[in-house]
């Protein structure tokens, strides 16, 4: 364990959109310095309103935060000058070329002459734009755009670099590509990252510690391995022919040797089993008494999906879809930089 002070320390954020959306609701959070750090949670949950209270972008109704041992609220710019912050959509100027736009966000820090050069072909080089540098970056593949954006956020060798979904609509060889570069630079300096994503892959291999969020907190926290540990057993999915009554369902499993957690919704059924293998026939026979017919089941080790499941109440994917539906899309402004 470091011994350093936190790199990141937030305490009871609220913050209330107008409109009345409550984004966050209590948010605690403590990234260790050096560390790289994951906000999981699906659409909505205050991944980027987390992001925009650290980085100084918008200001908690109520709450503290300090980042790089700055506070957010008192000393704003000296927390701007220790962190680099890519937004969840790319701030490069699209007409400018990718050296250009590096140049100007190192002048904006008050980077000159040679300095800055230097500064700005290191990181092209760094993130494999050296050849695309002098091209428009609307020009620019997604995967090399977000590779600048992250190379934007570096150019003045921030201690805490946060990334909002850095991978999010990127092609799957972009997004491994850029994983190995996340995890290049978390090995390198020191630097502290926070990352916020949905996707669980990314979280599982990427951060050290992963808090999952919902709707506007911390729901648990822990290394992947520590969440995934507190499941015992294995995850038992089924799929029934047609929609089942909850009650009778979750009666006919509930108290079956060797199965818990049994969760039904619309014909959708899961449970934790000690060993998923053995205890299908014995739920499908269960299943088949209560009236129900399986079309599909399936046994899985425990998943970030499944504690996602165990500390929100829903599945990653219903989370999402139930969002989806409750927001407009033109709400998702989420680009401030
Ligand atoms: N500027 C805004 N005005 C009003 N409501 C907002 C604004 N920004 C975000 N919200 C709402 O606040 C909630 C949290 O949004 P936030 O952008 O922090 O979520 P997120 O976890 O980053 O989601 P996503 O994965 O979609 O980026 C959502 O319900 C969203 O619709
Ligand atoms: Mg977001």
Do not use: C
């Not at 695309?132 to 590779?147: D, E, I, N």
């Not at 670099?161 to 060889?173: A, H, N, R, S, V």
């Amino acid at each position: 364990m470091s011994t350093r002070a936190p790199a990141v320390e937030a305490r009871q954020l609220i913050k209330t959109y107008p409109g009345g959306v409550t984004a966050l609701n209590g948010m605690d959070l403590t990234v260790g310095a050096g560390t790289v750090f994951g906000l999981l949670g699906p659409n909505g949950a205050g991944k980027s309103t987390t992001v925009k209270i650290l980085t100084t972008l918008a200001r908690p109704d109520s709450g503290a935060a300090k980042v790089a041992g700055h506070d957010v609220l008192r000393h704003p710019d000296r927390v701007r000058r220790a962190i680099g912050v890519v937004a969840q959509k790319s701030g490069a100027d699209p007409v400018a070329t990718g050296r250009e736009n590096l140049l100007l966000q190192g002048r904006l820090y008050g980077m000159r002459g040679a300095a800055v050069q230097r500064r700005a072909d290191e990181l092209l080089d760094r993130f494999d734009l050296a050849d695309a540098g002098t091209r428009q970056v609307k020009g620019y593949s997604g995967g090399m755009q977000r590779r600048l954006d992250v190379a934007l956020g570096l150019v003045h060798r921030p201690e805490v670099l946060f990334l909002d979904e850095p991978t999010t609509g990127l092609d799957p060889e972009a997004r491994t590509a850029m994983w190995d570069e996340i995890a290049r630079l978390a090995g390198d300096e020191g630097l502290t990252i926070v990352l916020t994503t949905h996707y669980l892959e990314e979280a599982d291999r990427l951060a050290e510690r992963i808090a999952i969020v919902d709707r506007g907190r911390i729901v648990v926290e822990g290394t992947p391995d520590e969440l995934k540990g507190e499941l015992r057993g294995d995850a038992v999915h089924m799929e029934l022919r047609t929609d089942a009554d909850r009650a009778a369902v979750t009666a006919a499993l509930t108290g079956l040797p060797g199965v818990y957690e049994v969760l039904a919704e619309g014909r959708r059924v899961s449970v934790r089993a000690e060993d998923g293998a053995a205890a299908v026939p014995v739920l499908l026979g269960a299943l088949d008494r209560a009236g129900a017919t399986v079309a599909a089941a399936t046994v899985a080790r425990p998943s970030l999906d499944d504690v996602y499941m165990r500390y929100a109440g829903r599945r990653f994917s219903e989370a999402e879809a139930a969002d989806a539906q409750q927001t407009p899309a033109t709400v998702a402004a989420g680009g401030a930089r």
